[in-house]
């Protein structure tokens, strides 16, 4: 088991908190952040700005594939930007989240 902090844009706090609840609710993450952030990006061939909300979750490496699964059914873009990253952390930690999704 390997921890991973993973990284989602969501389109507002109703989303973010939605997606933040349900993860937690399947012992699929241990926390989720947010904050508010503006993005630029690249959408079509066009420059697109927007206001977004972004999501810091952390989980296991392990559960990648799940946490896609769950963010699938309730985002609203087609199109989700989620990003995982393997982070090192203290051994209290790794114990905190083997005991939350043991």
């Known amino acids: 088991m390997r921890m991973a902090v993973y990284y989602l844009t969501c389109a507002d706090d109703w989303e973010a908190d939605k997606i933040a609840k349900s993860l937690l609710k399947k012992k699929l993450i241990v926390c989720a952040k947010q904050m508010p952030v503006a993005s630029s990006s690249l959408w079509k061939g066009k420059l697109v700005q927007d206001k977004e909300i972004l999501l810091i979750l952390e989980s296991i490496e392990e559960n990648f594939d799940k946490i896609e699964k769950e963010i699938r059914k309730l985002h609203s873009h087609e199109t989700f930007v989620l990003y995982s ?4 952390t ?3 930690v790794e114990e905190w989240i083997r005991e939350e999704l043991g």
């Open 90 to 92: 203290t051994r209290k």
């Open 85 to 88: 990253t393997p982070v090192k």
